[in-house]
């Protein structure tokens, strides 16, 4: 949150100084940060699937005594998750990566002189990035987005 509201002070004070000829002309920076949408995240996270193996209780063990079952994976299905696992942690850091450099470029529209109603739209998409960013999957936590 502290972001958004230093960054929020930056585009006030950017919007008031800005270089702006005619009132209704838009830069081309600000009108694509203005149209700025947050990209999907193609990033699906593995699962590891499990087989359920039935005990059998050889009568003398009282340890194993009412388990019904327990899972059966092998080495090579727990390396193979493994591998995918990291796939998709770089996968998600590629993700959060570009989400940050058009968070500075959202931020750097502010430059061109923007009025109230496009800092709040451009403000608007800047806490969406930074609610991806923070969240540990990189996707939109749909509790912040059904709240605003």
Same mark, same amino acid.
């Given at each position: 949150? %502290?972001?958004? @509201?230093? @960054?929020?002070? $930056?585009?006030?004070?950017?919007?008031?100084?800005?270089?702006?000829?005619?009132?209704?002309? *838009?830069?081309?920076?600000?009108?694509?940060?203005?149209?700025?949408?947050?990209? *999907?995240?193609? $990033?699906?996270?593995?699962?590891?699937? *499990?087989?359920?193996?039935?005990?059998?209780?050889?009568?003398?063990?009282?340890?194993?005594?009412?388990?019904?079952?327990? @899972?059966?994976?092998?080495?090579?299905? #727990?390396?193979?998750?493994? /591998? !995918?696992?990291? /796939?998709?942690?770089? $996968? *998600?850091? !590629?993700?959060?990566?570009?989400?940050? #450099?058009?968070?500075?470029?959202? !931020?750097?529209?502010?430059?061109?002189?923007?009025? /109230?109603?496009?800092?709040? #739209?451009?403000?608007?998409?800047?806490?969406? #990035?930074? /609610?991806?960013?923070?969240?540990?999957?990189?996707?939109?936590?749909? %509790?912040?987005?059904?709240?605003?």
């Amino acid at each position: 949150m %502290k972001i958004i @509201t230093t @960054t929020f002070a $930056c585009l006030l004070a950017l919007s008031s100084f800005g270089k702006s000829a005619e009132a209704n002309s *838009v830069h081309p920076e600000v009108d694509q940060a203005l149209k700025w949408e947050l990209p *999907v995240n193609e $990033c699906s996270k593995p699962k590891l699937i *499990v087989k359920a193996a039935n005990l059998v209780d050889g009568g003398g063990s009282d340890f194993m005594e009412g388990a019904g079952s327990m @899972t059966d994976v092998d080495s090579h299905t #727990i390396k193979r998750y493994e /591998r !995918k696992q990291k /796939r998709w942690e770089k $996968c *998600v850091e !590629k993700y959060k990566s570009e989400l940050m #450099i058009a968070f500075a470029r959202l !931020k750097d529209s502010a430059q061109y002189g923007l009025t /109230r109603a496009q800092a709040d #739209i451009i403000l608007a998409s800047m806490a969406e #990035i930074q /609610r991806v960013y923070l969240s540990p999957e990189g996707l939109p936590d749909k %509790k912040a987005a059904s709240s605003n």
